[in-house]
């Protein structure tokens, strides 16, 4: 199983990205997938998650102002975050599990005036 993450890069505080992961194997077989991050010199944390029944959970920190969603056409589990913060810039990380855990390779974001 791959996860292919893809988006991210520079926003000003207030603005707006999106990202997407993109799996091999179809989105709804599995369990949970979700989004993490990680600052640096800080250790990885949940900012949302969505399961297989379509359940959501996002950090208090980030309530609000993402949306974790599922995109059955194109195969994708996708992050949109709104008014981002300079507190939001961390390497982002697709995850997945499906019988064990499965992680994409990180995307950088970068909130920044």
């Known amino acids: 199983v791959q996860l292919q993450a893809s988006g991210g890069g520079l926003a000003q505080p207030g603005g707006s990205l999106s990202l997407s992961c993109a799996a091999s194997r179809r989105i709804f077989t599995f369990k949970v997938m979700g989004w993490y991050r990680q600052a640096p010199e800080n250790q990885r944390q949940l900012v949302a998650r969505?399961?297989?029944?379509?359940?959501?959970y996002y950090a208090d920190s980030v309530k609000g102002r993402f949306a974790i969603s599922r995109d059955g056409a194109k195969n994708t589990v996708n992050l949109r975050m709104n008014n981002l913060k300079p507190e939001d810039t961390a390497v982002y990380y697709c995850?997945?599990?499906?019988?064990?855990?499965?992680w994409g390779q990180g995307t950088q974001v970068t909130v920044s005036s």
């Open positions: 995850y997945g599990f499906l019988g064990k855990d499965y």
């Open positions: 969505v399961t297989g029944g379509g359940s959501t």
